[in-house]
T-cell receptor, first 113, second 111 residues
Framework: DTEVTQTPKHLVMGMTNKKSLKCEQHMGHRAMYWYKQKAKKPPELMFVYSYEKLSINESVPSRFSPECPNSSLLNLHLHALQPEDSALYLC????????????FGSGTRLTVV | DQQVKQNSPSLSVQEGRISILNCDYTNSMFDYFLWYKKYPAEGPTFLISISSIKDKNEDGRFTVFLNKSAKHLSLHIVPSQPGDSAVYFCAASLNNNDMRFGAGTRLTVKP
């Protein structure tokens, strides 16, 4: 298995909703990432997990809450989002180390209404 | 503060010719540089990387060149094929798996 699987592919949620994005990989990668990408912009790093521990939090608002329950799973819990949070949310994984390219999922297209 | 910049939003090349995609960066602490390719409705796919201690890395039709003094890297694709048409992202990595992306260049290879 050489894929990163993200669910759901599309999500529409209201500003008072609570929802979760899920990401799964079975490549034995011990680093996992959440990126946010707005249209015509580069992916922006949100969180990095290394060996299931949060190692980087790029000053992301607390309405985004990451969770890494085990080495294969990464969740992003969403609560009280704003319309400007609408974006493509990309999950990625890699071996630990800078020289290893990431394997990205196809992303979740999130719309906040 | 965008530390990785791709100043050309698009590039069009004839099949069989060379495609040259450019990238500039501002942070001299970056250790690794990578190129990703993205098709619509898919996540980016890793293509090739280069360490900051090297100036060239080649993998088949893809070669990445690094000029540290100019803080510039480029991706050469030779020969270009229609299947290479995609958005190409340049990325640069600090330690602790902190990777920053450029805005991307859309490459179109015409048959």
């Amino acid at each position: 298995d050489t894929e990163v699987t993200q669910t759901p592919k599309h999500l529409v949620m209201g500003m008072t909703n609570k929802k979760s994005l899920k990401c799964e990989q079975h490549m034995g990668h011990r680093a996992m990432y959440w990126y946010k990408q707005k249209a015509k912009k580069p992916p922006e790093l949100m969180f990095v997990y290394s060996y299931e521990k949060l190692s980087i939090n790029e000053s992301v608002p607390s309405r985004f809450s990451p969770e890494c329950p085990n080495s294969s799973l990464l969740n992003l819990h969403l609560h009280a989002l704003q319309p400007e949070d609408s974006a493509l949310y990309l999950c990625a994984s890699s071996q630990v180390g800078q020289q290893y390219g990431y394997t990205f999922g196809s992303g979740t297209r999130l719309t906040v209404v | 503060d965008q530390q990785v910049k791709q100043n050309s939003p698009s590039l069009s090349v004839q099949e069989g010719r060379i495609s040259i995609l450019n990238c500039d960066y501002t942070n001299s602490m970056f250790d690794y540089f990578l190129w990703y390719k993205k098709y619509p409705a898919e996540g980016p796919t890793f293509l090739i990387s280069i360490s900051s201690i090297k100036d060239k890395n080649e993998d088949g039709r893809f070669t990445v060149f690094l000029n540290k003094s100019a803080k510039h890297l480029s991706l050469h694709i030779v020969p270009s094929q229609p299947g290479d048409s995609a958005v190409y992202f340049c990325a640069a990595s600090l330690n602790n798996n902190d990777m920053r992306f450029g805005a991307g260049t859309r490459l179109t290879v015409k048959p």
